[in-house]
């Protein structure tokens, strides 16, 4: 700190600038990026500071999309919505549900991030001894693969690595990535002697590692992701009333198994 900033220097950013009648972020007038800037564009720019176009652009975006929503089983969805049959408002509900994100629902794509990057490193003829190494560490779930619902496939992760397979095929991306991921698929799917689908976090991890994202955000990009369903939730469940919801009906009783 400087003797005469030290006040201005409590918080530094290279994200915003602003002073009366303007505003500038990451250097771009925000009259200009007004219109000009989708969405998920803008979301990249301000994550990363840099501009996301073509192709990549698009992968991104479909990653965003695809993780919107899981239904009211998925915890984040139910608890937003008994959150918002309590009384309190639609951001607290929003919040309640995005508190619900952790290193089981919502960490996987993380997760799978380092796991590919472990598998890069090694190499693919490493495939096993990496995996077995990652078990060893972290346990027997593979990160990104099988699912409890969607059997044997779940539909959104085919469309996503053809997005993939066409930004490869342009040079967008270098599809390998896509090929560690498919790997580990063949591979679980031999050991276990029927199909283990690649799930949507091995599916968005795929993507955010073509596109050199550091693990932590492909976390970071779920939850924004999820932020959507879990507000289209909370809106829809406060507009359908209801109070004090729990996540049975009443007349069902929980099992007590103390003395």
Not at 86 to 111: F, K, P, Y
Not at 155 to 166: C, F, G, I, T, Y
Request: glycine content about 12%; aromatic content about 6%.
């Amino acid at each position: 700190m400087s003797e005469n900033t030290d006040v201005a220097d409590w918080w530094r950013t290279s994200i915003i600038d602003m002073e009366p009648g303007r505003i500038s972020l990451r250097g771009h007038p925000v009259e200009n990026l007004i219109g000009n800037r989708g969405f998920a564009q803008m979301i990249w720019l301000m994550v990363t500071g840099e501009e996301i176009t073509g192709q990549r652009a698009d992968l991104f975006e479909a990653a965003l999309v695809a993780a919107v929503d899981h239904g009211p089983q998925a915890p984040s969805i139910a608890a937003a919505r008994m959150a918002a049959t309590c009384g309190i408002g639609l951001q607290s509900a929003m919040a309640t549900g995005l508190n619900m994100l952790g290193d089981v629902h919502g960490g996987a794509g993380e997760q799978a991030v380092d796991l590919y990057r472990a598998i890069e490193a090694a190499g693919l003829e490493e495939l096993k001894v990496t995996l077995d190494s990652w078990r060893t560490q972290n346990g027997r779930f593979i990160p990104g693969f099988g699912h409890r619902f969607h059997k044997p496939v779940d539909p959104r992760a085919p469309r996503l690595l053809a997005l993939v397979d066409e930004a490869a095929a342009s040079g967008e991306v270098t599809g390998s990535f896509a090929k560690i991921g498919r790997a580990i698929e063949a591979h679980l799917t031999e050991e276990r002697g029927k199909p283990v689908p690649m799930n949507i976090d091995g599916a968005t991890a795929v993507i955010y590692a073509e596109l050199g994202c550091p693990a932590p955000l492909a976390r970071g990009f779920f939850g924004l992701s999820r932020s959507v369903g879990i507000l289209a939730h909370a809106w829809e469940q406060t507009e359908q009333g209801g109070r004090n919801k729990g996540p049975t009906p009443p007349q069902y009783r929980w099992t007590f198994d103390g003395s």
